[in-house]
């Protein structure tokens, strides 16, 4: 039971951030937009908007969007809050999806709304499909979850799967395929980076694959 707690404070570490996950303080509210029952920096509202415009599922779900400084390991991730899942069924469960503010690049800072625009309605589509994925979760399945999503590099890439390919049926394929290319033809993403995408996620020649079964049951 320990060790399942503990997965959960992993994929969900809400009670305290670690020196590499530093939340910049965004405390004025007119630097958000309040719509839908969501929070989202002003900075990328076009973005999320155009992203959750996929997403009906998701009408009424509460979700923060929130700047942070750096997320060890990720660009973007989506999180369930940890004491929703306990208080609240998960009809009501509220999330949060944390979004690196900027790129340290070689030739300088790139803030994140500086991303060329599909590929950043595709980032955060994808992180709306782990939020599709989490909403249909129990409380006790999002335990399991956590658990095997900490041990199991497997889990942790169909987790990953799951999620793009909530996406990409939802219409985003262009999207996901563009956030892709963004990082896989970037000179400066480190390869360690590149090598996590590749082997986490979908592949490009996947993601157009995926696409045209979907084109083809729809004809």
């Known amino acids: 039971m320990i060790a399942i707690i503990l997965s959960l404070f992993l994929i969900t570490p809400e009670i305290e951030e670690s020196h590499t996950d530093t939340i910049i303080d965004n405390s004025s509210k007119s630097e958000y937009l309040e719509v839908d029952n969501k929070r989202i920096p002003w ?6 908007i155009e992203a959750l415009a996929y997403f009906p599922e998701l009408a009424g779900v ?3 969007f929130e700047f942070k400084e750096k997320i060890s390991g990720s660009v973007m991730q989506a999180q369930p809050r940890i004491l929703t899942m306990f208080i609240k069924g998960k ?3 509220e999330y949060r999806i944390k979004i690196t503010r900027s790129f340290d690049f070689e030739e300088g800072e790139v803030l994140i709304e500086d991303v060329p625009h599909d590929a950043l309605v595709g980032w955060i589509g994808h992180e709306l499909g782990h939020i599709m994925d ?13 658990m095997r999503y900490m041990l199991s590099n497997k889990r942790l890439t ?8 909530y996406a990409i049926s939802c219409g985003m394929g262009h999207q996901i395929l563009m956030v892709k290319n963004y990082i896989l033809n970037n000179v400066n993403f480190e390869d360690s980076y590149k090598n996590k995408i590749r082997e986490l996620y ?5 993601i157009l694959s995926l696409q045209e079964e979907l084109v083809e049951d729809e004809s």
């Open 43 to 48: 900075e990328i509202k076009d973005a999320v």
């Open 91 to 93: 009809e009501k469960r």
């Open 134 to 146: 989490y909403k249909n979760r129990s409380t006790a399945n999002m335990m399991h979850f956590g």
């Open 158 to 165: 169909e987790a990953e799967l799951a999620a793009d390919t």
């Open 202 to 206: 979908m592949s490009p020649l996947q």
């Open 62 to 64: 509460a979700i923060d």
